[in-house]
């Protein structure tokens, strides 16, 4: 989800003019998503930080099914009503169920199946004690009378105007179905289907979940009744409530088959979003090609406006403030993954925003050419610190960090493209929403990386660790040099990874030109310092690594030109020592080792050589092929008319 925090304080100079702005001038994705997460993460900060996390009464139990009937009251901006939920029993038995709803909120009555309930309300917690003592795999129900304000510092739940009528609209990610409805608020407990039933002043349209059932009326009221028929993460849950104008598109899926897509929009803005809202369609098609079917065929897909400039993957039913191209498709990428399958817990958000924001540059590539998709990739690189698992849940910036969340996690499946090749990359994707054991489910990294491992056949643990759980990037260097094979050459490569914190384990493309053509080799580096051996047919006259930026690393090229001897590394040394240089032209190079009395130790090379940097190898033998001692050595060149020394250490 994005969002940015554009409250529409001026109503009669906004609805004029920010849907010009936004449609004159589209955000670019990388400020877009800077932005946008970031004003997320500011919603929650008085939440206290103990109810984030799933108590231990409530692994106990798994909600199965809600009914949330509720009256909200614009004038007096209260919501009121009944929720009844149902569970079954997890543990060997239970006696109570903790159930979170803030303080704030007023509690007036619980009921179970047997008569009224004994419970006490503190601590943003509800903690019912049950009719009676329930054993493993029963079910019980309880049955919430509750009323109150929404606190209005966590946005979750909010009364609001646009052009005068009333607006009202829900945003709960991550804890915030707490503040307005009493529910386990935990994302890894979906409840199998959910009943919304919302009764509004007439002639506000209440837009929701699923399918709507039955509006009825009295007069003065009007009753909304949704069903969501499908597994749904309480923060997914959401009301969007305004006169809107309503119209629709469809999504045909087969010859004979469509789903309707529902868009709910400010009367004011229909104009503006018509050319925008028309890429919808046509991204549900590619992404169902891409990923699987769209994941709620039998109930809808649709936008319905509410006052962020931003927007949130409410399932079924995105929440726009914005009509962006890529904030349209981000937000229904989510239907798939964040939706169907939601990650187990906020500090596995990756799950949810890096897939989604790689949408976007698949969307791009297939969309605009695949140049385009490198150059939408570049935009959003992050070299710095932090994981992209989330350490601290209850830290909502940790959670929303853009660089991490959203950027870098988006880089892990976009090498993880590269690492296990097209054709296997989309076949994951395609397993991975086909899979039972995750589909309309939760999930973690390792599941995710198991499914990877049993579609591509590879073991994948290093992958996952050192780009989820490991910080920053590999900062590769290399040397190189080559000789004449009798019509092949060979080069002898070295790659270094200087950074400090971790050894990165990752198969690196690497481009030589020649002079018959470009070829790309593939190298599997996992050491500090490691050194290849490669064959091509025409005299090399350039390497490059990653040319095409597949892995979030840093290249150091090598700079040195003109003419210059290198020091030789390592240094000091005990078996083997590689001594770079570099021509500036073709020319006879001598390479040869004195010891410190100035005799003649061993002479490394005597050849032709190409212009560019070079390097040659001492192993510690004189010329005769035998070992010498400990001790420092100097070592010459001499090509064309330049000369140049240095010293060097060995230690036996």
Same mark, same amino acid.
Request: proline share 4%; net charge negative; charged share 20%.
């Given at each position: ?8 304080? !001026?109503?009669?100079?906004? *609805?004029i003019?920010?849907?010009c ?38 692994? #106990?139990?798994? *909600? =199965?099914?809600y #009914?949330?009937?509720i ?5 007096t ?11 079954? *029993?997890l543990?060997?038995?239970l ?9 704030n909120m @007023? ?7 047997a +008569?009224?309930?004994?419970?006490t309300?503190?601590?943003?917690m509800?903690?019912?004690t ?33 052009d ?6 829900s /945003? ?6 707490r ?5 386990k608020?935990?994302?890894s ?8 039933? !919302? $009764? ?15 509006m009825?009326?009295?007069g003065?009221?009007? =009753?909304?009744?949704w069903?969501?028929?499908?597994p749904?993460a $309480?923060?997914?849950?959401s ?22 897509v ?9 104009d ?7 890429k919808?369609?046509p991204?549900?098609?590619?992404f169902?090609e ?16 509410f ?12 929440s726009?403030?914005n009509c +962006? ?5 981000h937000?229904?990428?989510h &239907? ?5 399958? =939601? ?29 385009m998709y490198?150059?939408?990739?570049l ?5 710095g610190?932090?994981?992209v ?23 892990v ?28 489910? =939760? ?21 996952f ?10 900062n590769y260097?290399y040397?190189?040099?080559?000789n ?14 200087t ?10 493309? *690497?481009?030589?030109?020649?002079a /018959?053509g470009?070829?790309t080799l593939?190298?599997?580096?996992s ?14 006259? +350039?390497?490059?690594?990653?040319? #095409?930026?597949w ?5 150091e ?15 000091? /040394?005990?078996?083997?020592t590689?001594?770079?240089?570099c ?6 190079? @001598? ?16 050849r ?17 092929? &035998? ?26």
């Open positions: 989800m994005l969002l940015h925090k554009i409250r529409l304080i !001026v109503v009669t100079i906004s *609805v003019i920010i849907p702005i936004l449609l004159a001038q589209e955000m670019p994705r990388r400020q877009l998503h800077q932005k946008l997460a970031r004003a997320k993460a500011e919603r929650f900060s008085g939440l206290q930080a103990a109810t984030v996390e799933q108590t231990q009464n409530q692994s #106990d139990y798994d *909600v =199965t099914y #009914d949330i009937d009256d909200i009251d614009p004038t901006e209260t919501v009121s009503g009944t929720i009844t939920m149902v569970a079954e *029993v543990s060997a038995s006696s109570q169920a903790e159930i979170n709803l803030l303080d @007023t509690v007036s009555q619980i009921n179970g199946t +008569g009224t309930l004994v419970y309300h503190s601590n943003d509800i903690t019912v049950l009719d009676r003592i329930y054993n493993l795999g029963e079910s019980f129900t309880d049955i919430i009378e509750y009323s109150g304000t929404p606190n209005p510092s966590f946005e979750a739940f909010n009364f609001d105007k646009h005068g009528n009333d607006m009202i609209w /945003f709960s990610e991550p804890f915030g179905a503040s307005w409805w009493p529910c608020d935990i994302p407990d979906k409840p199998d289907s959910v009943d919304i039933r !919302v $009764t509004v002043p007439t002639g506000l349209i209440v837009a929701s979940n699923g399918t709507l059932r039955n009825s009326s009295d003065s009221t009007d =009753t909304y009744w069903h969501e028929k499908y749904i $309480t923060y997914l849950v009301v969007a409530i305004h006169p809107y104008k309503t119209f629709s598109d469809w999504y045909h899926y087969s010859s004979t088959d469509s789903m309707e529902q868009y709910y929009v400010f009367p004011d803005h229909y503006y979003i018509q050319d925008y809202y028309a919808t369609v991204a549900i098609e590619l169902s891409l990923y699987g079917e769209y994941p709620f065929l039998d109930e809808k897909y649709g936008h319905a406006e006052m962020w400039s931003g927007g949130m993957e409410h399932q079924t039913i995105t726009l403030g +962006g191209e890529y904030l349209i498709v937000e229904l990428a &239907q798939w993954w964040g939706d169907m399958i =939601t990650c187990n817990d906020f500090h596995n958000i990756w799950m949810n925003e890096g897939f989604a924001v790689y949408s976007e540059a698949l969307w791009t590539e297939f969309t605009y050419g695949k140049e490198h150059h939408e990739m935009k959003s690189k992050y070299f610190e932090g994981t698992y989330v350490p601290d849940d209850s830290d909502y910036n940790r959670i929303f960090d853009v660089h991490l969340t959203y950027d870098k996690a988006s880089w499946l976009h090498m993880l493209r590269h690492v296990v090749g097209d054709s296997i990359f989309f076949d994951i994707l395609h397993s991975y929403h086909d899979d039972t054991r995750y589909r309309y489910g =939760t999930i973690t990294t390792e599941q995710f990386r198991d499914v990877c491992e049993d579609v591509s056949g590879m073991q994948l643990d290093a992958f660790q050192q780009w989820i759980y490991e910080e920053y990037y590999p260097i040397q190189w040099t080559t004449n094979n009798g019509g092949s050459w060979n080069i002898e490569l070295t790659i270094e990874q950074q400090t914190n971790h050894i990165f384990t990752m198969p690196i493309d *690497v481009a030589v030109e020649t /018959f470009d070829t593939v190298v599997q580096n050491l500090a310092v490691q050194h290849f051996s490669l064959t091509v047919n025409g005299e090399p006259t +350039g390497i490059s690594l990653d040319p #095409d930026e892995i979030l690393c840093k290249v090229y090598p700079t040195y030109t003109g003419f210059q001897l290198l020091q030789n590394y390592p240094n000091s /040394f005990n078996l083997n590689r001594i770079p240089f021509v500036p032209e073709r020319s006879f190079v @001598t390479l040869q080792v004195y010891n410190v009395e100035g005799k003649l130790i061993s002479t490394l090379t005597n032709e050589y190409s212009p560019g940097p070079h390097w040659v190898t001492w192993n510690g033998t004189n010329n005769h092929g &035998q070992v010498v001692s400990s001790g420092m050595y100097f070592y010459r060149i001499l090509a064309g008319n330049n000369i140049a020394s240095k010293k060097m250490l060995m230690l036996r």
